[in-house]
């Protein structure tokens, strides 16, 4: 009986039960009860989904990445709406950018945070997982735009993964 409660994504489960905290009405019994409930049942689900365990060599440092990507955003937010308020027109460039990253997580986390960062869309992979597709908005030179996310995300999420 006790093999399954174990949690085959603690990770995801203790990430589900904290998000399930934030968005209730407060902390009450009720709350811890069923966000328990959901940390539980959620990974038992999706189990067959999840190729591996989610596996952070150094987990202590997506604090610090999370809390970057959060200033990155509000930064990217009012450059592009400066660039919209000023009426000059952007110049919008494709950039073929090289992974480094080998980690599917990694990669998804990266393709995600240039995605949620306005002014950037990561729009698509290549089959053999070595080079992503992003929209920039606004850039003049593409190799500004690859040095900038190596140095502010990929290297990071190595350090974090590999």
């Known amino acids: 009986m006790f093999d399954r409660l174990n949690f085959p994504q603690p990770w995801l489960s203790l990430i589900l039960f904290l998000t399930w905290q934030l968005l209730s009405d407060g902390i009450s019994g009720a709350s811890v009860v069923m966000g328990l409930i959901l940390a539980w049942l959620i990974p038992q689900l999706t189990q067959g989904f999840w190729p591996e365990r989610l596996v952070f060599i150094r987990f202590w440092r997506m604090p610090v990445y999370l809390l970057r990507m959060l200033l990155d955003i509000v930064t990217a937010s009012i450059t592009v709406s400066r660039l919209i308020l000023s009426g000059r027109q952007p110049k919008p460039v494709f950039v073929c950018y090289p992974l480094d990253l080998q980690h599917p997580l990694a990669i998804s986390i990266l393709a995600s945070t240039i995605s949620l960062t306005p002014g950037t869309v990561s729009?698509?992979?290549?089959?053999?997982?070595?080079?992503?597709?992003?929209?920039?908005?606004?850039?003049?030179?593409?190799?500004?735009?690859?040095?900038?996310?190596?140095?502010?995300?990929e290297k990071p999420l190595m350090e974090m993964f590999q």
């Open 123 to 153: 729009s698509d992979i290549s089959d053999d997982q070595k080079i992503l597709l992003i929209h920039t908005l606004d850039a003049d030179n593409e190799q500004d735009v690859i040095d900038a996310i190596k140095n502010r995300y």
